[in-house]
């Protein structure tokens, strides 16, 4: 007899995946990695976990790049201005959306470049 692995709800999973970003604020790298490994992780098993992953993993690809060119953009000192936007958006949306995700609200990551469909 053959049991069907179903997907099971779990909101407060889908809400570390989202806080799991702000780990940059420690080691750089590691929200993208933490994320990563949550999502291939945790795919099979929860309900809209790779909704969710595919656009944490394109929001952390887009903040690397918005940072490079930021960090271009410093020679003409317009860098200087989007570090602050880029790294408060890094800080406040994956809190907001961790908060949509556990109340089961739609989340959303403005100006992310959509790499992974």
Request: a neutral charge.
């Amino acid at each position: 007899m053959e049991v069907l692995n179903e997907k099971k709800e779990d909101k407060q999973m889908l809400m570390y995946l989202h806080l799991s970003q702000l780990l940059f604020l420690f080691t750089g790298f590691g929200g993208i990695i933490a994320a990563i490994v949550i999502w291939q992780t945790k795919k099979d098993e929860v309900m809209d976990m790779d909704e969710h992953g595919k656009m944490v993993v394109n929001f952390q690809i887009s903040l690397m790049i918005y940072g490079i060119i930021a960090g271009i953009l410093m020679f003409v000192l317009v860098g200087l201005l989007l570090f602050p936007i880029i790294w408060i958006g890094a800080l406040v949306l994956p809190i907001m959306n961790g908060i949509k995700a556990n109340d089961g609200k739609p989340v959303n990551y403005p100006l992310t470049i959509k790499f992974i469909k």
